[in-house]
């Protein structure tokens, strides 16, 4: 090797790096099946579903330093990727902002610092991807490894489950089937290793209005589905199935359109609305398939990009 050559820097932000700072991945996620059943007391609706990772993603970086007082600060700032539109919301509207903040009164954690937290978004907002669960979810993981707290500390899962009912998904990450509000861990299933699109119309569905909708005009899967979807052992025995897509569907005008060509073309084994939309999925033949499929929809004016399912969970990325 020449010693003379330039070092080369695959990653730019390296060098920017603290010793200390912890960067995260914080995969998205999709619904392979999604059944929403009664409203309960508290708001919330039952719900089986079946989650799966996927190998898109967020990058987090979290830095923690010491304050000579007023206790615990956090400053959480997000940087759309890939062309994506900015999410413009303050430091303390932003979910992992909130994650910081729960999970250190759960901890009853007073020291004065402040923790620091760059979110590079790769995972659009409000297409049914759980970026920002996922995001809360590496927040979580983040903070209890800056803190040296235990990653199986019972406080990190309790935290999660307070915040969203997606976000204790991401702590288990890969395939897995999911009760009660869709927090309830069922059982494990083995991932998928195929190609998929992703493709989301202009717009997105605020899954709170999704359900509102939803309840305007429930509609309900096959009991044999909600057996399959319990009893399935690999993620290509799940029958792709959401109740909420007509919901999602009345309020985004174009979905279903974008749905429907979705489902019919080439190369495409199966394809569905992902959560309450407005994003979908398709499970492709091949890699090949879905860069063709991926053109085509970008050409109609629509987000889209290969993906591939994955067993990825909200994680730190060894340095
Ligand atoms: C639909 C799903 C499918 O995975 O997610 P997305 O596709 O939006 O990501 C989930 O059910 C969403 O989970 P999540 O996005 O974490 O929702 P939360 O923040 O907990 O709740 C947002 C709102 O959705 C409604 N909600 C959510 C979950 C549930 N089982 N019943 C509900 O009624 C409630 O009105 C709640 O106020
Ligand atoms: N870190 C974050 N990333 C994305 N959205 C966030 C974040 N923090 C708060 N939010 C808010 O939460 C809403 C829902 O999160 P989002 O990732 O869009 O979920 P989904 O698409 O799975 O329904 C967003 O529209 C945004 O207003």
Redesign the pocket.
């Known amino acids: 090797m020449n010693e003379n050559a330039p070092m080369v820097v695959s990653d730019p932000l390296a060098a920017f790096e603290r010793e200390g700072m912890v960067k995260l991945v914080a995969p998205a996620k999709t619904n392979l099946f999604l059944n929403i059943g009664e409203k309960r007391p508290d708001g919330y609706h039952e719900a089986t579903t079946v989650m799966h990772a996927l190998t898109l993603h967020?990058v987090l970086h979290m830095d923690c330093i010491a304050q000579g007082g007023g206790g615990l600060q956090i400053e959480v700032s997000?940087h759309a990727r890939e062309g994506l539109e900015q999410?413009s919301?303050a430091s303390e509207?932003?979910?992992?902002h909130k994650a910081i903040a729960l999970l250190a009164c759960k901890l009853g954690r007073s020291e004065n610092e402040l923790i620091s937290v760059r979110?590079e978004?790769h995972?659009p907002?409000?297409?049914?991807?759980?970026?920002?669960?996922s995001?809360?979810a590496a927040a979580l993981v983040g903070a209890a490894k800056l803190w040296g707290v235990d990653a199986d500390a019972p406080e990190i899962r309790e935290a999660a489950c307070e915040l969203g009912a997606?976000v204790a998904f991401f702590l288990h990450g890969g395939c897995a089937c999911l009760t009660g509000a869709g927090e309830v861990f069922h059982h494990t299933l083995d991932p998928m290793k195929k190609a998929a699109v992703l493709v989301k119309p202009e717009g997105?569905v605020?899954?709170s209005a999704a359900y509102i909708a939803f309840d305007a005009d429930p509609v309900a899967l096959d009991a044999a589905d909600q057996e399959a979807a319990l009893a399935a052992v690999c993620a290509e025995d799940v029958p792709l199935r959401n109740n909420l897509a007509a919901a999602s569907e009345s309020l985004l005008p174009g979905l279903a359109e974008m749905l429907a060509w979705l489902a019919d073309q080439e190369g495409v084994e199966g394809s569905l609305m992902s959560?309450?939309g407005s994003a979908a999925f398709a499970v492709c033949a091949t890699f090949d398939d879905a860069c063709r499929i991926v053109a085509a929809a970008r050409n109609r004016g629509w987000w889209a990009r290969t993906t591939a399912f994955s067993s990825a969970r909200a994680a730190v990325i060894p340095r």
């Not at 509207?93 to 992992?96: F, S």
């Not at 907002?125 to 669960?133: D, R, T, Y």
């Open positions: 967020d997000c999410l919301i509207d932003n979910i992992v979110i978004k995972i907002h409000e297409a049914g991807l759980g970026g920002g669960s995001d809360a997606d997105g605020s899954t959560g309450s």
